[in-house]
């Protein structure tokens, strides 16, 4: 039998798509509009209750990448993640969650959680046992990040939502790293899929969005926060990332295959000490990654020798920019220990695996020779 969904790149390219009726044109119209017709219409249409044209339609594209019956387009991922969790949280509920996580969902947590008076635990580590410890009576949610921020950890996807269908708790996922051209965690049971859409989905650095993609019935619940809360992405925007999206599966393919011959050249460098990929032999979850990714990404850390600095490594690169963000078509690197993890101790940050010499590598599309030069270089300015 011939499979009715549609392949990755016909998906990116046309799911989704508005049908210009009027001028026949071969893009989807932007509809601006914040006021709609409100007497005799199937569909009240606002830009806050996140239906206009444009929102509406852009969801169909996420949807079927995930493979979810329906999504939502958000203003950022983090509205994405609040609004999801708002929407299945409590008073008195309790969440577990990732101990290896976005830092700014955990800031949400911990700064957010008490207000509401939900309850949280963060696991001690990321495999099955660390998830089932650390569920009590009232959760209702578990969340998990794989691969994770900044150490690539992999967490078993499937036995995760195994473990909340076996105890009636829901589980939701923020598959950014990924990407759906590499991971559908829908199809391995997780309820529920989130993504920072400034990511892979905008790739060109110049977009901040989100997305959730689940069932109706949970979409809905969402949804019913979310008109509340407020997170809606502006009609332009929601335009602008469907034109990425179209490029999304050959985008992320492309890097996943510089990612994996990076990190094996890496991984051979003398002046690099190890290096963190999915993709490796030598990472502790390569078989699981392989089962339950299609591709392993194209993010990577590594370490460089106890002799060089990273933040000079950084300031002598050329093509490869230091930069914050991530999963843009440039190749980007960034010091977690300058950056995300700065607020901890040294120690406090060797406890949780991030050296000094930690460098988070985003990889792009560019020739994967002119990334290997480029490092090279700036390995042989700052050797003594
Ligand atoms: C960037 C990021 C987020 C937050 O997304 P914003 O669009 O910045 O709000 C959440 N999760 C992961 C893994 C991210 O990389």
């Given at each position: 039998?011939v499979?009715?969904r549609l392949?990755?790149n016909t998906i990116?390219t046309?799911?989704?798509e508005?049908?210009?009726e ?11 509009s914040?006021s ?5 219409v ?7 209750y ?5 929102q509406?339609?852009l969801?169909?594209k996420?949807?079927a990448l995930e493979?979810?019956e ?5 203003g950022s ?6 609004h999801?969790f708002?929407?299945f949280?409590q008073?008195?509920d309790?969440?577990v969650?990732?101990n290896t996580l976005?830092g700014?969902t ?5 700064e957010?959680f008490?207000?509401?008076?939900i309850?949280?635990?963060f696991?001690n580590g ?6 089932e410890?650390?569920i009590?009576k009232?959760?209702k949610?578990?969340?998990?990040e ?5 150490l690539l ?7 995760i939502?195994?473990?909340?269908k076996s105890k009636?708790?829901?589980?939701s996922i923020?598959n ?5 051209v590499?991971q559908?965690?829908?199809d391995?049971?997780i ?6 859409a400034?990511k892979?989905?905008g790739?060109?650095s ?8 689940s069932s109706?019935q949970y979409?809905?619940?969402?949804w019913n926060?979310s008109k ?9 925007t929601?335009?602008m ?7 999304l599966g050959?985008?992320v393919?492309?890097?996943?295959k ?8 890496l ?7 190890k290096?963190y ?7 502790p979850?390569?078989e699981l990654s392989k089962s339950q ?7 990577l ?8 600095d990273?933040?000079?490594f950084?300031k002598s690169l050329?093509l ?9 078509v440039e190749?980007t690197?960034?010091?977690?220990h300058?950056t995300s993890h700065?607020?901890?101790?040294s120690?406090?940050r ?5 050296s ?5 590598f985003?990889v792009?599309?560019?020739?994967v020779?002119?990334l290997k030069?480029d490092?090279?270089i700036?390995?042989d300015?700052i050797?003594?």
């Open positions: 039998m499979s009715k392949g990755l990116c046309h799911v989704g508005i049908k210009d009027q001028f026949k044109g071969a893009v989807s119209p932007i509809y601006l914040s709609y017709e409100f007497l005799d199937d569909v009240k249409r606002y830009p806050r996140f239906n206009t044209p444009n509406d339609y969801s169909k996420v949807a493979n979810t329906a999504a939502m387009i958000f991922g983090m509205a994405a993640i609040s999801m708002l929407a949280l008073k008195g309790h969440l969650v990732q976005y700014g955990v800031n949400f947590i911990k957010e008490h207000k509401y008076g309850e949280y635990t696991t990321y495999k099955v046992e660390d998830f410890e650390a009590q009232n959760t949610l578990i969340h998990i794989s691969p994770s921020n900044p950890t992999v967490t078993d996807i499937k036995a939502a195994d473990l909340g009636g708790i829901l589980t923020d950014t790293f990924a990407s759906p590499n559908n965690p829908i391995l049971g309820d529920m899929v989130m993504h920072s400034t892979y989905f790739g060109h110049d977009i901040c969005a989100g997305a959730v993609a109706q979409i809905n619940r969402i926060v509340n809360l407020g997170g809606s992405l502006s009609d332009m929601v335009w990332l469907e034109r990425s999206m179209k490029t050959l985008r393919k492309a890097q996943t510089n990612a994996m011959k990076l990190a094996k050249w991984n051979k460098h003398p002046k690099v000490n290096v990929y999915p993709g490796l032999k030598s990472h979850e390569y990714m299609k591709g392993f990404g194209a993010m850390s590594f370490e460089l020798t106890e002799d060089l990273a933040y000079e950084q050329h490869i920019k230091s930069s914050m963000s991530l999963a843009g190749s690197v960034i010091s977690p300058l700065a607020l901890l101790t120690d406090e060797q406890q949780v695996g991030i000094d010499q930690l460098l988070r985003s792009g599309i560019e020739d020779k002119d030069r490092i090279n700036a390995i300015k050797s003594k």
